[in-house]
């Protein structure tokens, strides 16, 4: 891949205080509790089978439409956001435009905080997507990189930020009050063609740490594969460098689902099977896109407005055992029939 260095910067976002307590540190160590890590099969073999289509075209191949998918509430919220993202107990969701980022307390169902931020042109700070990856930028860190998928509305690159979330705990270090965030790095994708799809990028961590996935589409429309879902796999860049570009040379496999690309929203990926939300209730499209990625095919596709949903999936992450899906009104634990 190429990858461009800048000179390394840290953003410091905000400062605060809190009169009623002291604060022994930031450092991540400070923390002695365990993270509660999910429980995921991450077990690679050494050699990949190639799963062999019944058809040349991945977009006729057949896909179950009919399963049930229920929803059970498992928080409230009353704050708006674009993505989310979860680790141990700690989910962050993420406003339009990055202008602010909210930590959540799982556990315990309450906002703890709320990160205010520069805000970006809406046009290209969209956070339509935000995953945790699996390295830490320092050994001692408490929380891995924070990807934070922007989408230029142009022929633009599309690209994604990397933050490091820092938090801070009270002084016996028994609970996390708030936190700051810090950019390390930008991945630019490869610029959009017909061909590799690459327009309107989400970025998705692999829970194996090898690899980031992508889907997007072909925003050209007057092109036979306008709108049609791409899925990409690069390797995980190099945490350290300020700036990555990618080109096309730098992308792994990739391939095709049958999966209308319009308006897809936030994803992630549990068990080799990557799980993607797609579309609002204005545009009577809601899907929750279920993609085998070692067979390279989409196996599931649930018509969520035929299963009582009238809300747009924001977040989708992985917690306590099932995949959730997040909106501006409630976080939504969901079970496959």
């Known amino acids: 891949m190429k990858m461009r260095f800048a000179t390394f910067h840290t953003i410091s976002l905000f400062c605060f ?17 365990s993270v509660a890590e999910p429980e995921l099969d991450t077990s690679l073999p050494d050699t990949v089978a190639i799963y062999v ?13 009919g399963g049930v ?13 674009q993505s989310a993202a979860v680790y141990g107990d ?15 307390d799982m556990a315990r169902k309450i906002k703890i905080y709320t990160l205010s931020m520069k805000g970006g042109n809406k ?8 995953s945790f990856g699996t390295e830490k930028y320092e050994p001692d860190d408490y929380f891995p990189l924070l990807y934070i998928s922007q989408r230029p509305r142009s022929e633009q690159r599309c690209f994604t930020e990397v933050f490091r979330m820092i938090p801070l705990f009270n002084a016996d270090s028994t609970a996390m009050l708030a936190f ?14 017909k061909d590799n799809s ?18 997007s589409r072909n925003n050209n429309v007057s092109d036979d594969n306008y709108g049609k879902c791409k899925i990409t796999r690069f390797a995980v860049p190099d945490i350290h460098l300020r700036e990555v570009i990618l080109e096309d ?8 689902i049958d999966a209308t690309a319009i308006n897809m929203q936030g994803g992630c990926i549990v068990n080799d099977c990557l799980y993607i939300g797609q579309g609002y209730p204005g545009a009577k499209d809601l899907f929750l896109n279920v993609v085998n990625l070692r067979e390279e095919r989409l196996v599931k596709r649930y018509d969520l407005m035929a299963n009582g949903v009238d809300w747009e999936p924001e977040g989708c992450f992985y917690y306590d055992g099932s995949v959730m899906l997040a909106h501006t009104g409630a976080i939504c634990r969901i079970k496959e029939e």
Request: net charge negative.
């Open 123 to 130: 046009s290209i700070f969209h956070c339509n997507q935000s």
């Open 90 to 104: 700690y989910a962050f969701f993420v406003a339009d435009c990055r202008t602010a980022i909210r930590l959540f």
């Open 69 to 81: 998918i229920t929803f059970t509430p498992y928080a409230e919220l009353e704050f708006k956001h």
């Open 249 to 256: 040379t730098d992308i792994e496999s990739s391939f095709m």
């Open 53 to 65: 289509r019944p058809a040349d075209d991945p977009r006729v191949e057949p896909v179950d439409l």
């Open 180 to 193: 700051r965030a810090e950019l390390v790095q930008e991945i630019y994708f490869p610029s959009m063609t």
């Open 17 to 33: 205080a809190f009169p009623f307590f002291v604060v022994t540190a930031f450092a991540c160590e400070k923390a002695e509790f």
């Open 198 to 215: 690459l327009g309107n990028t989400n970025c998705v961590m692999d829970p194996s740490g090898r690899w980031m996935y992508t889907y």
